[in-house]
């Protein structure tokens, strides 16, 4: 498409017509200037979306997807059409503020190692508090367990000050990704069979194993509603975390380390899956099931998935890493904050 900006925000949307009235004035207002454009990529939307913002937002640009790819394959398909420097996808439940652009793009410009950071993310309706989609930045253990400055599992802390500083991330939240435009593309963007969930770990996984870094700017702050789109309870996001990360895994991690996390993990996950039946969530107990089944039926795909990314690593163990178990000293140690974690361990 023409009428090339250095900066395009693009916010993915599915049936959220009722989240624009609320949301996107806030984008508009605040990211003013002539070299950023706002974009708007629907997948495949059966409400009003689109009419509703070519109506009340004209200035923003629409980009109509036939159907819904989910966020991986909806933003590979729209970015593919938008030509700019950087990439700024936000959900569409996201309120920014003022002056949210300007210090993560001049920390692209500062550091030209950077290939994606995330403002902090705080709640909507606890604006005091980290939301959970991102928190403060994001980290895995050695498991494959995703965890966040200021959000461990379900448990988020106050916003106190104590993330306040500019460190070196494992990942960068979906929910407001800054991300090298050249680079999402050479890196191959998301993985479409993701659909949704963990795409932004395993895409910022792959950079960071070509020697890429990921950032946070905490003078950037946005705030989340969260489950706007797929509520965290829900049984079909539990099939996807479940099955994505061992997905995930697969393609990611070092050749010695692949097949033991893999058995392990896998043990982790049957000792989740018993939880969910001892406390009668019977879904949750049969999304696990599903996604086990699904990781199994793909394995040759994704094993040559694995095959291509090998030329590419030239970095393979990460200080982001947590060597210990997160869900050990969350559920046995009971330790709920980042700050009761030591890197490396």
């Known amino acids: 498409m023409t009428d090339r900006k250095k900066t395009a925000i693009v916010i993915l949307n599915w049936n959220g017509e009722e989240l624009f009235s609320r949301f996107l004035p806030s984008v508009l207002q605040y990211s003013r200037g002539e070299n950023v454009s706002v974009w708007l990529a629907d997948n495949g939307s059966t409400d009003q979306s689109v009419s509703y913002v070519s109506l009340n937002f004209p200035e923003v640009k629409i980009i109509e997807l036939k159907q819904n790819h989910g966020f991986a394959g909806g933003y590979n398909l729209a970015l593919r059409q938008i030509e700019a420097d950087y990439y700024v996808l936000v959900n569409s439940d996201v309120e920014v503020t003022e002056g949210w652009l300007k210090p993560c793009l001049e920390r692209f410009d500062l550091d030209p190692g950077l290939a994606a950071l995330q403002p902090k993310v705080l709640s909507y309706h606890q604006r005091d508090r980290f939301e959970y989609a991102g928190a403060a930045g994001g980290f895995i253990d050695r498991w494959g ?3 966040c400055r200021g959000r461990i599992l379900t448990e988020t802390e106050p916003d106190t000050g104590q993330y306040d500083q500019p460190v070196s991330l494992f990942w960068a939240t979906g929910a407001c990704l800054f991300i090298r435009a050249g680079l999402f593309h050479q890196s191959g963007g998301f993985d479409d069979d993701f659909f949704a969930h963990m795409e932004e770990i395993d895409l910022c996984w792959r950079l960071k194993n070509r020697g890429w870094k990921i950032g946070i700017e905490p003078r950037s702050r946005v705030y989340h509603l969260g489950g706007a789109t797929l509520s965290y309870r829900s049984p ?7 099955r994505n990360n061992l997905w995930m895994l697969l393609k990611n991690l070092p050749r010695k380390k692949v097949l033991p996390v893999l058995f392990f993990r896998m043990v982790l996950d049957g000792v989740a899956a018993l939880h969910f039946l001892l406390i009668g969530e019977m879904k949750a107990f049969t999304s696990v099931f599903r996604a086990h089944m699904a ?12 095959r ?3 030329p590419e690593v030239s970095v393979n163990d990460h200080p982001e890493i947590f060597r210990g178990s997160m869900v050990f000293r969350f559920y046995l140690l009971k330790q709920k904050r980042f700050t009761d974690f030591r890197f490396p361990v």
């Open 308 to 310: 291509a990314l090998l």
């Open 145 to 147: 367990f995703p965890f």
């Open 236 to 242: 079909q996001k539990v099939y996807l975390n479940f």
């Open 295 to 306: 990781f199994w039926k793909t394995l040759g795909r994704f094993r040559n998935k694995r």
